[in-house]
């Protein structure tokens, strides 16, 4: 079992930037494949961003590339994603995912492919 708890969100203004948190229980992030998703008020989840179970392989969804950055502490078990430059279609619930059953240094972007998952935290961009 993976316990995630995402921290982070809140109330920012367009170009400002913020830093989300997952912190992991249960197994180490060493062991498990990450990723960010979002999920906009009356649209599907979609990722934002994916990091290998090694930590050297990412993957951005083409709307944050340049503006995201996903990483980890392993020695505080945590996932972060920082967001720059942010706009208000970034608007979303914002989840942590883990999978444990990992081909290699692969990355998922696909959210059927995780088993584990947090609560989520709102991030809401004003214009």
């Known amino acids: 079992q993976v316990q995630l708890v995402e921290s982070g969100g809140g109330l920012v203004q367009t170009g400002e930037s913020l830093r989300l948190s997952c912190t992991a229980s249960g197994r180490t992030l060493s062991e498990l494949a990450m990723g960010w998703f979002r999920q906009a008020p009356g649209k599907g989840r979609e990722i934002a961003a994916a990091?290998?179970?090694?930590?050297?392989?990412?993957y951005y969804k083409d709307s944050v590339k340049g503006r995201a950055i996903i990483s980890r502490d392993t020695a505080k078990n945590t996932l972060y994603l920082q967001m720059n430059n942010v706009r208000p279609e970034d608007t979303a619930l914002y989840y942590c995912?883990?999978?444990?059953?990992?081909?290699?240094?692969?990355?998922?972007?696909?959210?059927?492919?995780?088993?584990?998952w947090g609560q989520g935290t709102q991030v809401t961009v004003s214009s």
């Open positions: 995912a883990a999978l444990t059953t990992v081909y290699g240094n692969s990355v998922y972007a696909t959210s059927s492919r995780y088993a584990y």
């Open positions: 990091l290998s179970k090694d930590g050297a392989n990412t």
